[in-house]
C-alpha cells in the first residue's frame, strides 16, 4: 500500500460494514473524487466530514448510496446551491456557510432541503447569514419564524440547530404554516384577480380607442359625403336656373366658381387667389342640324 499524503482521505471502519471519511481542513474546492474512488469504498461509506474547505457544491453525494451523515461547516454553500435527492441521508450541518447572503435566502435553502432529503432528522444551519438563531445574536421573533418554518417544511426533523424538536413545536409550526398557506393563496388569488382586473381594463381601453377611431373615419366619410351632395345638388340647381352657366374650380386654389359657359380653354380669373386659369368644363354645343336636300325637279 502507497504511503498517504495528508490531503488524502482518513478512512475509519465504524464496524459493521459501515465506513467513515474525514476530509476536513485540506482546503479543497471541489470534492476529491478520484482520492475517494481509489479507495474503493463508496458503496461503504455513511459518514463524511468534510467541513471547514471551500466547497459550493453536494453533488458529490451521489457517488454514496448509503450515506447517512454529512458535515459540512465552514464551506460555501449559499441558498442557491442544488441539493441532489438522496433518500438515506439523516444528518446534515452546514454551520458556518453563505447561506442567505441578502438575508432572505434561508427559507429557499430549507425548501430545497426538504425536497432532497425525506428521511432527515438532523439539521443544523447556525451562523448563516439568512438562517436567524439564537447562536448568532438573531432577535428571538426571527429565530422562532424561522425555527417554526423549518420545523412545518422537514416533518422528520428531531432536531434543528441542535435542539431537539418538541411535539408542542411540531404542533404549533404545523399551524403556523398552514395559516402561512392560507394567507399566501390569498394574496396570490387578490393578486391574480387585481392583475386579471388590469388586463380586461386595458383589453376595453383598446376596443374604446378601436370604436373611437372607427366612428371618426365613419363621420369623416359621411361629411364627405354631404359636401359631395351638397356640391351635386348646388350644380343641378345652378344648371336648371340658368343653363348658360356652370359650376367649376379653380385649378390653382380649388375655389369653386361659378361661370357662363364658353369654349374650353377660355381664361378667367378666380376672385380667391387672383390667378387666371384655363375653364376646363365645355357644355356640349347642340347636335347639328342635318343639311336640307333641294327637292329634286318632276
Known amino acids: 500500500m502507497g504511503q498517504q499524503t495528508s490531503r488524502d482521505p482518513a478512512v475509519v471502519n465504524e464496524g459493521k460494514g459501515k465506513v467513515a471519511l ?63 435527492f438522496h433518500a438515506k441521508l439523516k444528518s446534515l450541518s452546514l454551520n458556518a456557510n453563505q447561506i442567505g447572503r441578502d438575508g432572505a435566502g434561508g427559507t429557499m435553502c430549507v425548501d430545497k432541503i426538504a425536497k432532497a432529503f425525506p428521511s432527515l432528522t438532523f439539521l443544523s444551519l447556525i451562523h448563516n447569514p439568512g438562517c436567524p438563531s439564537y447562536f448568532s445574536g438573531s432577535s428571538q421573533t426571527e429565530t422562532e419564524a424561522f425555527r417554526s418554518y423549518c420545523i412545518a417544511k422537514i416533518p422528520t426533523l428531531e432536531f434543528l440547530d441542535s435542539t431537539p424538536v418538541t411535539e408542542d413545536e411540531r404542533e404549533e409550526a404545523e399551524e403556523d404554516m398552514e395559516d402561512f398557506t392560507t394567507s399566501a393563496r390569498h394574496l396570490k ?12 381594463a386595458k383589453k376595453e381601453e ?16 359621411e361629411r364627405e359625403k354631404e359636401k359631395q351632395e351638397a356640391k351635386r345638388r348646388l350644380e343641378d340647381l345652378i344648371d336648371k336656373e340658368d343653363p348658360d352657366r356652370k359650376v367649376t374650380y379653380c385649378n390653382r386654389c380649388m375655389a369653386k366658381q361659378v361661370i357662363e359657359v364658353t369654349h374650353e380653354g377660355s381664361r378667367q380669373h378666380c376672385p380667391k387667389c387672383l390667378q387666371p386659369f384655363i375653364v376646363s368644363i365645355v357644355r356640349p354645343s347642340a347636335p347639328p342640324t342635318p343639311p336640307l336636300i333641294p327637292p329634286q325637279p318632276a
Open 22 to 84: 474525514s476530509l476536513a481542513h485540506q482546503g479543497f474546492k471541489t470534492f476529491p473524487v478520484e482520492r475517494v474512488q481509489t479507495t474503493n469504498i463508496c458503496q461503504q461509506v455513511t459518514k463524511i466530514d468534510i467541513g471547514h474547505n471551500e466547497l459550493d457544491s453536494v453533488d458529490f453525494i451521489r457517488l454514496f448510496p448509503v450515506l447517512e451523515d454529512l458535515y459540512m461547516d465552514g464551506n460555501k454553500i449559499t441558498h442557491m446551491t442544488k441539493f441532489p
Open 189 to 200: 388569488r387578490k393578486e391574480s384577480t387585481r392583475r386579471e382586473a388590469k388586463e380586461d
Open 206 to 221: 383598446k376596443i374604446r380607442k378601436e370604436q373611437r377611431k372607427e366612428e371618426k373615419a365613419a363621420e369623416r366619410l
